[in-house]
Structure formats: C-alpha cells, structure tokens
C-alpha cells in the first residue's frame, strides 16, 4: 500500500481516543488525593468518557454523512484537544468529570468517521490492509494506556495524561486536513434527532443508575428513578426508529441471533471490564502499595492480551469452523470458576486473571459478527 496518509491521519485520532479509555486508570488514586475526589467521582471520570462516546456515537455517525465526515472528523478532534486541556487544569472533580464527559463528545465524532473516511479512500486488498493496521493500533492504544499513565503520573504528573493529547491532536490535525479527502453519505438523509436524545437518556439513566448503586443501594429512589426513565427512554428509542425514514439503529438487526449474541457478550464484557479495571488499579495502589508504573505493569496482561486476541480472532475466522469461535467463552466460565470467591487466590495473581478471562470472549466472539 503506498498511500499511508490518510490511514496515519485517521489512525492518530483512533490511538487517542482509545488511549484515553485506559490512561487514566492507574492515575486515579493520585487524582483521588489532589482533587479531594470520592469514589464515585472516580468512577465518573472513567464512565462520564466512556457514556458520552458511546450515547452519541450513532446521532453523531449520521450526523458526519451530512455535514461532511471529513469536516466532523476534525471537529472531534478539535473538542477532544480543547477537553483535553480543561481536563488537566481541572481544580476539583466535577470539572475534571465534565471535561472528561466533553473529550467523549470530540471521541464519538472521531470514532464515528474513522471507518467511513478509511472506507471511502481505500478499495479492495488496501481496504483490508487499512483495516488490519488500524485494528492493530486501536488494541495497541488500549495496551500502552496504564504504561503510560503510570509513567506520566510518577514522572511530570497525572495532569500530564491529558496534556499529551494537544500535541497528537495538532499532527491529526493537519494532518487530515492536508491529505484526508471530503466524503458524505447518500443523498437525503436527515439527523434522526428524536432518537439521538432518547438514545442518549437511555444510556445515561442506566449509567448514573449503576453508578450510583454502589453509593445509595439498588433500591433507593435515585436509582430506581434512573433506571424508570432508562426504561421509558429505551420505550421512545425504539417507537421513534419504527417511525422515522433513516433510523439510528435498523431494528431489524435485533431479529438476528448472530447480531444479538455478540452484541450481549461485548456488553458483558465492556460492562465488567470498566468495572474491574479502575478497582484494580485503586487496590494495587493503596492495599497493595505499588506504584503507578508498577501497577500499569500488572494490567498488561489484559490490555496486552486483548490486543494480540483482536489481531488473532480476525485470523481465526478464515479457518476456524464458525461455531467454535464461540469458545472464546470458555476461558471466562473457566476462571470465574476457578478465581472466583469460592476459591481464595494470591494477592499479587487477581490482576492476571482478567488476562485469561476475558479477551477470548469479546474478539471471538464480535470476530464472529
């Protein structure tokens, strides 16, 4: 392939966004103790990205067919830059969790216009190597994220994870303006607005509800409030993309059992690991008394594990029979079974579990989408 600009443009936002779900994770017991946070907040400074990302993902993704993916692109990482900023000036947690809830707004218009742009530059064999590099570099960001996390805490400081964004995001930049065409979807379309907003209550009132659990109990008001309007936000989603002409999500999909099951093992997947991850770092941290760097050693094994599964799984489809990709489930039965309560094990050995749990799982089994 000779035409690497784009794919090098297009694949500097991909590394940032995706390197910030993971960055901040072993920086958070030194963000606890300046910014006086609580757990919660803490929480919230993982979520709040990662809600943002995903709640406008779709709207934002036919949003760029519009306006233009290109000119959204670069919108996103202009928000991303700006986020990044207020994120490492922040003086008390509720600004850092807004920040960080604007860096997922800039992340959902980059992400929503990475596979489009890579789509509408390359063709045939080049498509495909496209997409195996950038595969490659979205599970290396997820990889290198607590490395060095805990090398920029230790060293210059935890604000420093954010500060690292501004110069990638001038290179992505320009970058992109200087070698990225403009694309833009079939003629006609319109923003599904209705189904952007009730898209977007669903995930929040589920999220805040989770959240908050922890703190006031599954059965307060708060949470049984949030999880009333998740459900009646979910009920208007799927009443409003029966109805509209070009939907956020094609209903019809939810009639597939393939469609399905992934998309469950994904949510149980991405729904325990950004539970998992953030604790574990915290407990390394404070009960184990390692350091940053250290700790970001320790979550290797996961977040390298994954990387080395996406590139694996992909593979694994030319060959392998279809339904024994479905194994990929295997391993996480297994070692829940054998590192769960029932069974005590080492201190210094939890964290590698994850390792084996729960990477075969999520690319097996979206390798079989």
């Not at 409003?240 to 099951?261: C, T």
Request: hydrophobic share 55%; glycine share 12%.
């Amino acid at each position: 392939m000779r035409n690497w600009g784009p794919l090098t443009a297009v694949c500097l936002g991909t590394f940032m966004l995706l390197l910030d779900v993971t960055i901040a994770v072993v920086a958070l017991p030194d963000m606890a103790r300046a910014l006086h946070a609580s757990l919660s907040d803490l929480q919230w400074v993982i979520d709040g990205y990662a809600l943002a990302l995903a709640a406008l993902l779709l709207g934002v993704g036919a949003a760029a067919d519009i306006l233009g993916r290109r000119r959204v692109h670069v919108a996103g990482v202009v928000l991303f830059a700006v986020a990044s900023l207020l994120c490492g000036l922040a003086s008390g947690p509720g600004m850092l969790v807004a920040a960080r809830g604007l860096q997922g707004v800039g992340a959902a218009a980059m992400f929503a216009t990475t596979l489009p742009l890579l789509g509408s530059v390359y063709q045939g064999r080049q498509r495909s190597t496209a997409l195996g590099v950038w595969g490659a570099v979205s599970g290396g960001a997820a990889a290198v994220g607590p490395v060095l996390g805990g090398l920029l805490t230790e060293g210059p400081g935890w604000r420093w994870i954010f500060f690292v964004n501004l110069p990638v995001s001038v290179a992505s930049v320009w970058l992109t303006l200087r070698v990225v065409p403009e694309s833009r979807g079939p003629r006609g379309m319109r923003i599904d607005w209705a189904g952007t907003v009730a898209f977007a209550c669903f995930a929040g009132a589920t999220t805040y509800g989770v959240v908050r659990a922890g703190a006031d109990g599954w059965t307060s008001g708060a949470v049984t409030g949030s999880f009333g309007t998740a459900a009646l936000a979910l009920v208007a989603f799927v009443l409003v993309e029966r109805r509209v002409a070009h939907p956020l999500l094609d209903l019809s999909l939810l009639r597939k059992p393939a469609f399905v099951g992934v998309m469950a093992g994904a949510l149980a997947f991405n729904g325990v690991a950004f539970g998992v991850i953030p604790y574990l770092s915290i407990w390394m941290q404070t009960v184990l008394g390692m350091s940053p760097v250290r700790g970001g050693l320790t979550l290797l094994p996961l977040t390298g594990a994954t990387m080395v599964v996406a590139i694996l799984a992909g593979k694994l489809l030319h060959w392998a029979p279809f339904d024994a990709l479905t194994c990929g489930y295997s391993p996480t039965c297994t070692n829940a079974h054998r590192f769960g309560p029932y069974r005590p094990v080492p201190a210094r050995i939890k964290p590698f579990q994850p390792a084996v749990m729960f990477p075969w799982e999520h690319h097996t089994g979206t390798a079989n989408a």
